[in-house]
């Protein structure tokens, strides 16, 4: 599900964008290139469908509802915008 109180991003990405995002890599969802080699190095490879779906409009400060089944990525799908967000200095 998405909820979004402020603007209408989840237009922007619609159902047949994603299963190509799915096939791609996590730069193809706008995370961050100084995350990519550690999520390569922990094996991730590309994004699953749920991240595929939540991280670009938590990217630009959507708020979501994500409902997924165990094990489908939602937890690394909203913390890595989270992250993103903060300021190493």
Same mark, same amino acid.
């Given at each position: 599900?998405?909820?979004?109180?402020?603007?209408?991003?989840?237009?922007?990405?619609?159902?047949?964008? %994603?299963?190509?995002?799915?096939?791609?890599?996590?730069?193809? #969802?706008?995370?961050?290139?100084?995350?990519? *080699?550690? &999520? @390569?190095?922990?094996?991730?490879?590309?994004?699953?469908?749920?991240?595929?779906?939540?991280?670009?409009? %938590?990217?630009?400060?959507?708020?979501?509802?994500?409902?997924? #089944?165990?094990?489908?990525?939602?937890?690394? *799908?909203? &913390? @890595?915008?989270?992250?993103?967000?903060?300021?190493?200095?």
């Amino acid at each position: 599900s998405f909820s979004n109180n402020n603007n209408n991003v989840w237009g922007k990405f619609h159902k047949a964008s %994603l299963k190509m995002v799915v096939e791609g890599s996590f730069k193809d #969802v706008k995370v961050p290139s100084h995350f990519e *080699g550690k &999520l @390569l190095k922990l094996g991730f490879v590309a994004p699953t469908e749920v991240q595929a779906a939540c991280i670009p409009p %938590l990217s630009l400060g959507a708020s979501l509802l994500l409902q997924w #089944v165990t094990g489908s990525g939602k937890t690394l *799908g909203y &913390l @890595l915008p989270a992250m993103a967000r903060v300021d190493p200095t």
